[in-house]
Structure formats: C-alpha cells, structure tokens
C-alpha cells in the first residue's frame, strides 16, 4: 500500500485514497453524473493550460500571494466545498480547516459538512467561506447566513448550479447514502423540518438525510429573488 511519506505529486493522493477508502465513499467523491463527461472536459480543461516560461527574471524572492475579494492569501489555489468529509477521515472538515489555515489559504466549508461551522471555526483562527444552497425554507437560509457571520466566516458562496442533481451512476450501482454514524451537521434543523412535513403530508420518508435535502432545494431559483436577499 502507498505510504504519504512516498507522494511526490497530487496524482498520487487519488491512487491512495483509492486504495484506503472503500468503494462507496471512494466513488462518491471522485465521480460524475452520467457519461463524466463535464468531469472529463473538466480534466481537459486543466490540462490545457500552459505556463509560458520566462528566463533572465529574477527568482531569488517569489510571492505566490493574491487577493481573493480583499483578502490576501499564500498562494491562488483554495479549498472548494466537499461535502461529507467525515466518510474519508473521523476528523472531516476539521483536519481540512486546520491545513488550510496551515497552508494560509481560504478553505470553503460545504453546507453538506459532517462537522458544523461553528466546529469548524473553533479549530481556531483561518479564513473561511460558507457555501450555501437556497432552499425552499428561506428563514433556515437566514438562519445559515446568520449562524456563518457569527462564526466569522468572511463570504458566502452560493451554489446555484444544481437545481437537480445530475444522474450519478456510481451513486445508484453502490447504492450510496451518508453512514447512520454521521449527519449533516449544518442541515440538521432542515431535515427534522422536512421529517415533520412529510410525516404531516402523510408521505414516506425520504430513504436518505442527502435525498431529503436535494428535495428541499429552490428548483424555481433565478436571478428574480436577488430584491429579497436585501
């Protein structure tokens, strides 16, 4: 088995993570939905791009720091939102909120997070973004962006690119659904909610706490509701 003293390049975390995860967590964070091809063009995307090399330029100092939003961080590459990093690790967005603060970079914590932001922001100090999905509820997404300013994350970063979740084929094979150990943690108060209501209705439950959130996003979300965020 691969050993992280032996990695030499960011390729071979996939290689490992592959060997130490099992299937279904391991498919979870490194799939697509349907073909893979957005992931594939995704990968492409990134292999095309160059660096144009310069000589006779003085090296002896290199500042890779930029400013994301007014905030100065090391280096132009940041941490996005994953969700669920519990299923790969028992310290979750914990251990990643450390290192980005570590690495002096913006870490943005997933609302899908198996530790909640106030967890998060007592790892101590470091700077963070929230990501954040509109739900139906508008008042729990008050709630979530209050909760986030009190915690001290300095920017929200709003996800409007999955009104419907893309058909994850991985997901269907493996039969994927958070471990009954974790939850959410953010969106707890959303799922007890959304229990209540479907119990009301006199529906059936949702089979999972994931599928009971994808169902409460705002599928009707346009650029409409931006006079109400006031």
């Known amino acids: 088995m691969a ?17 130490r995860l099992p299937k279904m967590v391991y498919d979870y964070y490194a799939s697509g939905a ?14 095309s791009i160059r660096f144009r090399p310069r000589v006779l330029v003085d090296v002896s100092n290199v500042d890779t720091s930029i400013n994301v939003l007014g905030f100065k961080i090391s280096t132009p590459i940041m ?23 570590a690495a002096g970079t913006i870490m943005t914590l997933s609302s899908n997070s198996t530790c909640s932001m106030e967890e998060v922001a007592e790892t101590g100090p470091g700077l963070r973004f929230f990501q954040l999905y509109v739900f139906n509820n508008r008042n729990f997404v008050v709630e979530l962006v209050h909760r986030a300013e009190l915690s001290g994350y300095k920017a929200i970063v709003v996800t409007v690119d999955t009104p419907r979740l893309g058909r994850r084929e991985a997901d269907i094979r493996n039969r994927f659904d958070l471990p009954p150990h974790l939850t959410m943690k953010n969106l707890e108060k959303l799922n007890t909610m959304s229990s209540k209501r479907v119990r009301t209705l006199g529906l059936e439950t949702p089979s999972s706490s994931r599928g009971s959130v994808v169902s409460q996003k705002d599928r009707s979300l346009t650029w409409k509701v931006a006079p109400d965020c006031d």
């Open 3 to 19: 050993d992280l003293a032996g990695i030499v390049n960011v390729n071979e975390y996939e290689i490992l993570a592959k060997q």
């Open 34 to 47: 349907e073909d893979e091809w957005s992931l594939k063009e995704n990968r492409r995307g990134y292999e």
């Open 79 to 101: 941490v996005a939102p994953t969700a669920m990093l519990k299923m790969a690790h028992p310290d979750g967005e914990l251990a990643v909120a450390r290192a980005a603060a």
